[in-house]
């Protein structure tokens, strides 16, 4: 796992390296100026090949405060090695802070070359190092100005910690912003070039070790590294050491999503799947997934009759999953309230359809505990916390605590950057996926995965998170495949199947 900090979180670690661990704030600002002009000259090498490198020019653009700092340093070191740099200052003296001024008076005895005013068609390459983590207005005047001709000038950027003018810890674009072909951000990665649209100014993001060290605090994103965390498969295990998965998904005319999430959950490694559907589904997902057992039920069945059949396929489940084209009907209401009320602390995933039914019904909230993973996207989420869909874009983490107050239990707020909070009070924020899995039938997927991977024995505070991580790299396989434009729900399982395949190689 990987932290991602926020503005507020990175002037306290910078605060506590300076002062407690008496490393000198010029010491950090030479690393993190040593690894941009490292990245700068792998950026140029790969542009133009290891020959043409000279006939490179970088403008560097700084601002008064330390990120203006770490630019003017990054200049120094470009002219020491030879590259044709020039450094232009768009802040105020007075504003300088004391590294700022060092590093300024460092680089006029280095005799790097100033300019006053620049022409941007002079120049290959440009060094954003206008503004830092720390910017809490919306660019504006002269500053505005430099971003809007910068954009225009369709010169690649690469900014320093973060491009100017993105908010660190929403990734809103404060008024304009410098769009960056790469940045290079220091010790961790920063909320706001995490979240839209920060992400997509950043471009390509570098993470570099400067010498900052000990978060205790921020959002845990997975890596490649967490491939450790899938469940290792018995060679003498047999289905049912798997786990046994029921979903209770499908109403009349909505087949699609009992068979996205069933064969999503057998794809990520149970042994056993019985959908719980209505009648109606019954032949076609006889015949579109052989590989699972079938119990179906009639819309016309008294309460007491459905809950009859839903108890006798939970006594036979390890985990159930219900709601993916379920509808909100009375039936559906009738068949969620028994699975909440009979499930006997199973691991209960609860989705789509069923998320709209558990917003109405504050009691059945209160039977959610920790084994409970909700998978709500924003609209959902709304209702369920009863707040905006810009509440939540602006505060997720605040509107999934107040949640969490009413039903204590693991959610994933689905989204373009999905958020997780298990159980614990963890916070995770998913790095993979793509556009393209904005298509039907694609939470199904999800649901299905969550479920095999509790079928398997994940805690739910692992399996919620994995899941996620495991859904958007299946994306990418899918999206590389066949293009994001042309995806489908089918397209994702097969991407789930290689990415799993993959993951069992390695380990």
């Not at 499908?250 to 056993?272: P, Q, T, W």
């Not at 709500?376 to 009863?386: D, F, Q, T, V």
């Not at 997780?420 to 556009?435: M, P, W, Y």
């Not at 958007?472 to 399982?493: P, V, Y």
Request: with cysteine.
């Amino acid at each position: 796992m990987k932290k991602v900090v926020t503005c507020s979180q990175m002037k306290l670690l910078d605060h506590g390296t300076i002062h407690n661990m008496h490393v000198p704030s010029l010491v950090l600002m030479e690393r993190a100026a040593l690894a941009t002009a490292e990245e700068i000259r792998k950026y140029l090498e790969k542009k133009n090949g290891s020959g043409n490198l000279k006939k490179e020019r970088i403008l560097t653009v700084c601002g008064s405060g330390n990120n203006g700092g770490d630019g003017i340093a990054i200049a120094r070191l470009l002219h020491l090695a030879g590259y044709p740099v020039d450094l232009y200052l768009a802040g105020n003296h007075t504003s300088f802070t004391e590294e700022m001024n060092i590093q300024w008076q460092a680089a006029k005895n280095y005799q790097v070359s100033i300019v006053n005013n620049c022409r941007f068609s002079e120049y290959t390459t440009i060094v954003d190092a206008l503004f830092g983590v720390g910017l809490s207005r919306e660019l504006s005047g002269k500053y505005q100005a430099l971003a809007e001709k910068i954009n225009a000038s369709g010169i690649p950027v690469l900014a320093v910690d973060i491009p100017s003018g993105i908010h660190a810890g929403t990734g809103q674009v404060m008024g304009t912003a410098i769009r960056a072909t790469e940045t290079v951000t220091f010790a961790y990665r920063k909320l706001g070039i995490s979240l839209y649209p920060g992400s997509v100014y950043a471009g390509h993001i570098q993470v570099k070790d400067v010498g900052i060290y000990g978060a205790s605090e921020g959002v845990f994103s997975l890596d490649n590294k967490d491939v450790s965390w899938l469940p290792v498969r018995d060679p003498a295990g047999n289905k049912g050491t798997f786990g046994k998965i029921l979903l209770i998904a499908g109403s009349r005319n909505m087949s699609g999503a009992a068979y996205f999430s069933s064969k999503a959950a057998l794809l990520s490694g149970a042994g056993m799947v019985r959908i719980l559907t209505d009648e109606s589904n019954r032949i076609i997902l006889q015949q579109q997934f052989p590989e699972a057992m079938l119990s179906v039920y009639e819309p016309s069945m008294s309460p007491d009759e459905l809950s009859e059949i839903v108890r006798k396929a939970m006594d036979w489940a390890d985990v159930v999953a219900v709601g993916p084209g379920l509808s909100t009907s009375k039936t559906a209401e009738n068949l969620l309230q028994t699975v909440l009320t009979f499930r006997q602390s199973k691991p209960i995933v609860i989705d789509a359809d069923a998320l709209n039914l558990l917003a109405k019904r504050k009691d059945l909230q209160a039977q959610c505990d920790a084994a409970c993973i909700l998978t709500p996207h924003l609209g959902e989420m709304s209702r369920l916390a009863e707040c905006t869909i810009s509440d939540l874009k602006v505060h997720p983490q605040k509107f999934m605590d107040i949640f969490y107050n009413n039903c204590p239990c693991t959610l994933i707020m689905k989204d373009a950057r999905t958020w997780i909070r298990t159980a614990d009070g963890s916070f995770f924020l998913n790095l993979t996926g793509n556009n393209g899995m904005a298509t039907a039938g694609s939470g199904d997927v999800l649901c299905g995965v969550v479920a095999g991977l509790l079928g398997q024995g994940m805690n739910p505070s692992k399996a919620a998170p994995f899941a996620v991580w495991l859904h958007g790299l299946a994306g990418d396989q899918a999206a590389s495949a066949k293009g994001a434009r042309s995806m489908k729900a089918t397209d994702i399982l097969s991407g789930l199947e290689a990415q799993l395949q993959k993951m069992d190689s390695q380990n």
